[in-house]
């Protein structure tokens, strides 16, 4: 319970609220994700990861959530969403290190390699 004397104040402890609550299914999501038994499922840890990304956080704690994500994502081999998430985060103000690592995933789902390896599986699966 809180006790406010304006609506300013009122205001602000919504906000808190809505954070609170934000930041309290980040760490649900996350914790499922770290869950020992979803350590061989690189999928399932993808689809987690996407989800944080979407939870309304902090600058500094989305930076943390779309690298993961990104990681997470190219380790699983889905280079798509690896790139868009890349991409969020070349959007964002980052260290040139965390940079690179996002603009080399970029190209290399928008290099030619990608289409080759759909094509070479597509005719390997054929014959």
Not at 54 to 78: E, G, W
Request: proline residues 2%.
């Amino acid at each position: 319970m809180v006790v406010v004397d304006s609506r300013k104040e009122v205001d602000e402890v919504k906000e808190l609220l809505g954070i609170a609550k934000d930041y309290a299914l980040a760490l649900r999501i996350e914790l499922k994700r770290k869950d020992p038994a979803l350590k061989d499922d690189l999928l399932r840890q993808a689809e987690l990861a996407a989800y944080f990304t979407h939870c309304n956080l902090q600058a500094t704690h989305l930076k943390l959530s779309l690298q993961s994500a990104m990681s997470i994502c190219f380790k699983a081999k889905n280079y798509g969403t690896a790139a868009t998430f890349a991409r969020r985060l070349l959007e964002l103000n980052l260290p040139p290190q965390v940079a690179t690592k996002a603009r080399q995933v970029w190209k290399f789902y928008t290099s030619g390699y990608i289409a080759f390896l759909r094509v070479s599986h597509v005719v390997s699966f054929c014959f």
